[in-house]
């Protein structure tokens, strides 16, 4: 899963299996995660979101299941293929602390990535 | 679809040199965001603006500043480039500010600097 580092973690799959791909975060004033495609050469794809008052949350061929209790995210892609090749980010919106003057605007806060890999 | 444009997709520029990076989104979105992708780090977030005129930093706002004139128009400027701000920059936009909305992401910008 993802972590903060410089080594991209990967994940390689056959054509036509699940992918599961992790996220770890760190923050329990988290309320909304998101995750985001990246293909080479082109920019961030939104695939799904979840706030934090789910468990999981169902899209076309991908999940994403939030576990609050470890801080753990995750995203499933049901029978995998070569054109989901790319890399895949989660995000978390930190909600402010505007009682310590932080600002009322939320923003969303990037893991490092995992690249997966379908071979077919 | 929501569409943001960024004017380049490859810049060379010069250390010491004033550069812009440019972009425009066409969906009428409230807020703006410019973030730099490096490998192995993720996209950090440089500057974000909420309204026309208005700016927040982000994680690493030093070496940039940014300008939004127009509401579809949103600028980041690197005063003097220096060799560390090489990278791929990636402008977004969204709907609201509450940080609970989806971004649309350009294509983004590959800009080294010599």
């Known amino acids: 899963g993802e972590s903060v580092g410089l080594h991209l973690p990967t994940l390689s799959v056959q054509e036509g299996d699940n992918s599961i791909i992790n996220c770890a975060y760190s923050?329990?004033?988290?309320?909304?995660f998101i995750w985001y495609k990246q293909e080479s050469g082109k920019g961030p794809q939104f695939i799904i979101d979840?706030?934090?008052?789910?468990d999981k949350r169902q899209g076309q061929r991908v999940t994403v299941l939030l576990n609050k209790t470890v801080k753990h995210l995750s995203l499933q892609i049901a029978a995998t293929q070569p054109g989901d090749s790319a890399v895949y980010f989660c995000?978390?919106?930190?909600?402010?602390?505007?009682?310590?003057?932080?600002?009322?605007?939320?923003?969303?806060?990037f893991g490092q990535g995992t690249i997966l890999t379908v071979h077919p | 679809d929501v569409k943001v444009t960024q004017s380049s997709r490859y810049l060379v520029k010069r250390t010491g040199e004033k550069v812009f990076l440019e972009c425009v989104q066409d969906?009428?979105?409230?807020?703006m965001f410019w973030y730099r992708q490096d490998p192995g780090l993720g996209l950090r977030l440089i500057y974000f603006?909420?309204?026309?005129?208005?700016?927040e930093k982000g994680d690493i706002p030093e070496g940039y500043s940014v300008s939004r004139e127009k509401k579809e128009r949103f600028s980041l400027i690197l005063e003097s480039a220096s060799t560390n701000q090489t990278s791929m920059y990636l402008c977004?936009?969204?709907?609201?500010?509450?940080?609970?909305?989806?971004?649309?992401f350009g294509s983004g910008t590959q800009l080294s600097v010599l």
């Open positions: 979840i706030r934090s008052n789910m």
């Open positions: 977004a936009s969204s709907r609201s500010g509450t940080g609970k909305e989806k971004l649309f």
């Open positions: 603006s909420y309204d026309v005129k208005m700016k």
């Open positions: 923050n329990s004033a988290s309320d909304y």
């Open positions: 995000a978390e919106n930190i909600a402010p602390d505007t009682n310590a003057g932080g600002t009322s605007y939320g923003k969303l806060t």
């Open positions: 969906m009428d979105h409230e807020n």
